[in-house]
């Protein structure tokens, strides 16, 4: 584990919350029967949809104010809005979340589920079934290989969050094959897209690549795209307002943009990409 005092300290005190509640694990291990993501991506792809990973946050550190729709309803809306799978925070002291929501929404729906937590320990993992788990590897350091083999065991399909060029090759040393660029600063928790654009180059063409975090419009998606992304993980932005609606416009950012002029298009986002950076 990193030194910690370099995080911000709404992470710190996640972090301390998520050691408490390590040790309550049900008895015995889970054993998942996964649907798959990379196929879900290729579903996706193959109906001319941007493989988009929505996240049902009901709130944050860095946002206004909490949620309060039944997030079974949201998850449904999210996956009415073309998203190929959903992520479900399960963390509750900072994100409103919980493994009972988890599971109702993924009995719910029939489209993969992350589930979105700070998982440190082996025990954390036997909390809740879902078809997808997500390692930090700046939070689990150098028991990165220990919990990719002992989620795996358990038949979880493993995403492995990473920030910068040097956790890149340490989640490619434990074997990982589907990665997440987190453009979130988790000591500043400020969002630069430019993360995902510099980092993305240096993974291998086998590994599925997850851009995360601070995507808000069609011109984001197709940035992150441009760069490599094979998917995109979207909280904020799609929880903010009609989930359906919000979800439909990103998942179609390509085709409405083939639908229009194409020049046009990549002139008025290259604009925009000046634009958002003076402000992010
Ligand atoms: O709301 P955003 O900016 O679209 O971000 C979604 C997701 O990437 C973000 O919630 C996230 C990325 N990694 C995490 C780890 C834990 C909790 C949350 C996250």
Known sequence: MEDQSEL????????????????????????VDPRGLRAAFDRAEADGRVPVIAEVKPTSPTTEGTREDDPVALAEGMVAGGAAALSVLTEPEHFGGSTDTLERVREAVDVPVLRKDFVVAESQLDAVESDVVLLIARFVGDDLPDLLAAARDRGFQVLVEVHDRDELERALDAGATTIGVNNRDLAELVVDLGTFESVAPHAPDDVTLIAESGIGSPADVRRMRAAGADALLVGSAIMDGDVTANTRELVRAEADAEASDPAETDAADAERTETTEHTT
């Open 8 to 31: 911000a300290p709404a992470v710190r005190s996640i972090l301390s919350a998520t050691r408490d509640r390590a040790a309550e694990g049900r008895s015995g291990e889970v054993a």
